[in-house]
């Protein structure tokens, strides 16, 4: 009974290894930026593939002309990626937004998300977990700070509620 079990197990987990990657990539561009084009060059299991992006709407959950250019690429797993964001400006100029190492652990399915914002030494594509339209990913990403946050004022509350209670005269 037991051999069964753990050999249901480990042909279930080889079966998972065949199984296809998807990569969702996905950059939001803030309005106040112009590009004619978006791609991603992305370098995984010694194989380099360069992936126009588009913002039409052709892909499942996307709103076309949000600022938010996608794209997809399906193929086996790997678990980093070597990636560069390129923007094509419309004089035809290209330029570096970022370039570096992404992790792609999940089995089935990853979202790379960058948001493109203006700095004083350029453009620059920066990592965040899901990209939305007009620098709104700037407010998700310090959310779990301010939850953070607001818990630790929450506990100092109570802390402070108990101390009351137990050194008031006649407390129990």
């Known amino acids: 009974m037991l051999k069964a079990l753990l050999f249901a197990a480990l042909a279930a987990q080889a ?7 998807t990569l969702d990539l996905r950059i939001a561009v803030s309005s106040a930026i112009t590009y004619s084009a978006l791609s991603v060059e992305l370098s ?10 588009v913002d039409d709407g052709s892909l499942p959950d ?18 980093y990626a070597e990636a ?3 923007g094509r400006a419309p004089s035809g100029e290209e330029e570096l937004l970022f370039s570096g190492l992404v992790r792609t652990e ?10 493109v914002k203006h700095l004083p030494q350029g453009n620059r594509a920066i990592r965040t977990a899901v990209a939305y339209p007009d620098g709104a990913a700037g407010a998700v990403n310090s959310a779990p ?3 953070a946050f607001g818990w630790g ?20």
């Open 44 to 53: 995984r299991l010694g194989e380099q593939v360069t992936l126009e992006l």
């Open 106 to 115: 999940d089995r089935r399915r990853v979202m790379l998300g960058w948001w």
């Open 145 to 147: 700070m301010l939850v």
């Open 62 to 79: 996307d709103v076309a002309w949000d600022g938010i250019y996608v794209g997809r690429l399906v193929g086996p797993w790997s678990r």
């Open 153 to 172: 004022v929450f506990l100092l509350c109570y802390v402070g509620w108990l101390t009351q209670q137990t050194s008031s005269p006649g407390a129990t």
């Open 15 to 21: 079966a998972d290894l065949d199984a296809p990657q």
């Open 84 to 86: 560069r964001v390129i």
